[in-house]
């Protein structure tokens, strides 16, 4: 089979990458959460107390951090910190982290780096218009903001974490906003990008619609 590379973008809770992860096990091909990566960012940067604005600072801990990410775990200076970058406090820190012009270049090189030679459908905000753009497939999922914060509201819960849908709604529409808004690499669908509307679908029909796409093509 020749090398393939899907893309899949769109905002949190999109549901990105619960179909991007089942898609990777479908087609045997490697899974990339790149959020995942600036989140282990942001958790080493709020572990080192810097301030998240500071562009050097920030430098400083990407320079030196060991970041190793697979389809199931990342890990950052050996520590699994999967868990650990779910946090409210790291997802309320996130967007301005991955704001930094410096972050990005750095996170992007290495997601072209784990692409180069190999099969990956990778979920984020800039995989189809910056990190791959010569993807094979592009996708941009979206969804009603209140369908997402419901989505991220079953999540934390069961992971025990005490909110409100209100302050998710608010916290998304915010997220959004930053990510949408940034200077660098914003989150915008990419030409050519197939755009998927996930409110009033289950997860099965959307990695249903995206592997037939794939099909009709292949
Ligand atoms: O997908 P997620 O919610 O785990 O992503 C966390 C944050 O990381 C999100 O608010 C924006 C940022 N991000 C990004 O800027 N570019 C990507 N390719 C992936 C995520």
Redesign the pocket.
């Known amino acids: 089979m020749s090398i393939l590379h899907i893309a899949v973008d769109g905002p949190?809770g999109s549901g990105?990458?619960t179909v991007a992860k089942i898609i990777a096990e479908r087609l045997k091909i490697t899974y990339l959460?790149?959020?995942?990566?600036?989140?282990a960012i942001t958790f080493a940067a709020l572990t080192a107390a810097i301030d998240l604005y500071d562009a050097q600072a920030l430098k400083t801990i990407v320079d030196k951090i060991d970041l190793k990410i697979n389809p199931t775990a990342i890990y950052v200076d050996g520590v699994d910190v999967t868990e650990a970058i779910r946090t409210p406090e790291v997802?309320q820190n996130?967007?301005v982290v991955?704001m930094d012009p410096y972050v990005?270049a750095e996170?992007v090189n290495m997601q072209r780096k784990i692409a180069s030679g190999q099969s990956v459908i990778m979920?984020?905000?800039?995989?189809g218009t910056v990190?791959l753009p010569d993807a094979n497939y592009k996708f941009f999922l979206v969804a009603d903001p209140v369908e997402r914060a419901k989505r991220r509201l079953i999540e934390l819960k069961a992971k025990g974490f005490n909110t409100s849908l209100e302050a998710l709604t608010d916290e998304i529409v915010k997220?959004d906003a930053?990510?949408s808004g940034r200077e660098v690499?914003p989150l915008r669908k990419a030409s050519g990008a197939i755009e998927i509307d996930t409110t009033f679908k289950t997860i099965e029909e959307v990695v249903a619609f995206i592997i037939d796409a794939i099909k009709e093509k292949e």
């Open positions: 949190a990105k990458s959460d790149t959020g995942a990566m600036y989140r997802t996130v967007s991955s990005r996170m979920d984020g905000r800039d995989i990190v997220r930053l990510d690499s």
